[in-house]
């Protein structure tokens, strides 16, 4: 390693958030850059450590300790080009990425891990900035046809890797522009949308097929995609919410997550909601429910749209603050986690079960709930209400980010007649096939709701099969 006492001279140094005056009055991302020297000192903490554990943890494999090295060494060029042979998009990772390379460096053992993300970020916005990334269009083409269906990021990387591979790639999206839930769903503060219009357009340059504001199933048959193509991929995602069948459901101001972030993204870059379709937070009590990563972006928004209070419940209890005993490093720990949009505002109650909704001529005006406790009972947890425990809040809008129970079932999948798992998503086989020859499928289509870094991998992976059957 270029500094091997680097991990004993440097401690951990983060890149920080703009301050939160500043932030709440616009959607630029609250994330700030270090100066590219201090950048290199935090590369220079990445020790000579024998067994990369951060290079075990990172679904996409990257070569952490030897892009760190380049890092820290100012061989910008050498680090984005061994940081892009494993990851499509590090623009996306180094942003939205939980980072669980980090959980499995080895100075997390003791101390603080190596700031590894935030390195990622640094390398791919200043191979942009440099000029390093640069359209590299196949040198042959194949003459075989893939569609790939879906634009998030496993579908993204899906078609960019099956570009790569010479094949003629089309990439359907049903919304009117590319990036699936990356664009709709992750807000600006955390992913300005240019960054993905950046990407987007070397795609092209690169002979990717787009094909926006076509949603095949219904806009056009998934019978004519497969008779034009040679395999289909379908990613998708897993978009059918989980609900909440309480009393009062029914009640107007009650919104799904994804419904409020879709809007609200729309609304930042520029279009033109009906005002009585407009979801709108200020001056207004709003309840959260589900204390995952969507429910704190859902926060960020409401922040930002000037809500009076902002309350998140989660059902489940409190994580514990350090890692337990039964997650013992190298594992990814559920650990409390605080986000940029729960250091702007909210109360966050855990351990709570939401039982009813009421309100006053048919909009919704606040909920009951109780808390609950967790047991162990024959190797399950089981939650039980705690007597005497219930209690009301105010609620002039609620939003229900209580995740996604798995891939819309109408339409595309089942006009394909693909096999579906017992969660109700799509099933593969070991070479990524659906159960329909030809029909491949890829990321939170199959995974279920997850992470962006797991889509960018599975969608490689199925690339891979996929570019495998069209040889054969």
């Known amino acids: 390693m270029g500094n091997p006492r680097g991990f004993l001279e440097i401690d951990r140094e983060e890149s920080g958030y703009r301050p939160i005056e500043e932030r709440l009055h616009d959607y630029s991302e609250v994330e700030k850059q270090l100066p590219d020297e201090r950048r290199r000192q935090q590369a220079a903490r990445c020790m000579d450590c ?3 554990f951060c290079h075990w943890a990172c679904p996409l494999e990257n070569s952490m300790p030897e892009w760190q090295e380049m890092l820290y060494r100012g061989d910008w060029k050498a680090a984005y080009d061994i940081l892009q042979d494993t990851d499509n998009f590090p623009e996306f990772t180094g942003r939205v990425c939980p980072a669980l390379c980090e959980a499995s460096c080895v100075l997390a053992v003791n101390g603080d891990a190596v700031t590894i993300r935030q390195n990622e970020l640094a390398v791919i916005e200043k191979a942009f900035s440099e000029g390093y990334v640069q359209p590299r269009p196949p040198e042959r083409r194949t003459g075989k046809r893939v569609a790939v269906i879906g634009s998030g990021p496993a579908g993204l990387a899906c078609a960019d890797m099956l570009n790569r591979f010479g ?3 089309t990439l359907y999206e049903a919304a009117d522009s590319v990036g699936g839930y990356l664009r709709f769903g992750i807000p600006d503060f955390k992913l300005e949308k240019s960054i993905i219009d950046r990407r987007v357009n070397i795609l092209r340059e690169e002979g990717l097929i787009i094909r926006t504001g076509v949603r095949v199933g219904t806009d056009c048959s998934a019978a004519d995609v497969r008779k034009e193509n040679d395999a289909i991929c379908i990613a998708i995602g897993a978009r059918e919410p989980r609900d909440l069948p309480a009393e009062g459901r029914d009640l107007t101001g009650i919104h799904f997550a994804l419904e409020y972030l879709v809007q609200q993204n729309r609304i930042v870059r520029g279009d033109s909601i009906p005002e009585a379709a407009l979801i709108k937070a200020f001056d207004k009590d709003v309840v959260v429910i589900g204390g995952g990563d969507t429910g704190a972006d859902c926060v960020g928004s409401l922040n930002r749209q000037g809500a009076r209070s902002v309350v998140q419940l989660e059902i489940l ?14 594992l990814w720990p559920k650990i409390l986690r605080h986000s940029s949009s729960h250091e702007e505002g909210c109360e966050r109650m855990w351990s709570v079960l939401v039982k009813r909704f009421s309100g006053t001529d048919g909009a919704v005006t606040g909920l009951s709930a109780a808390s609950v406790a967790w047991e162990s009972e024959d190797g399950k947890m089981i939650m039980r209400e ?11 809008l609620v939003i229900l980010a209580m995740g996604f129970i798995h891939v819309v079932h109408e339409g595309l999948v089942a006009d394909l007649g693909v096999d579906l798992d ?12 659906a159960g329909v020859e030809g029909v491949f499928a890829a990321g939170d289509s199959v995974r279920g709701a997850s992470l962006v870094v797991l889509a960018i991998q599975q969608g490689r992976e199925t690339a891979r099969a996929i570019d495998r059957y069209l040889n054969t």
């Open 50 to 52: 024998g067994v990369p």
């Open 167 to 169: 094949h003629t790639v």
């Open 317 to 330: 209890p409190q994580p514990p603050e350090r890692r337990s005993g039964d997650e013992p490093w190298p």
């Open 386 to 396: 705690i007597a005497g425990s219930s209690f009301d809040l105010k609620a002039d």
């Open 422 to 433: 017992s969660r109700g998503n799509i099933a593969t086989d070991e070479n990524c096939m």
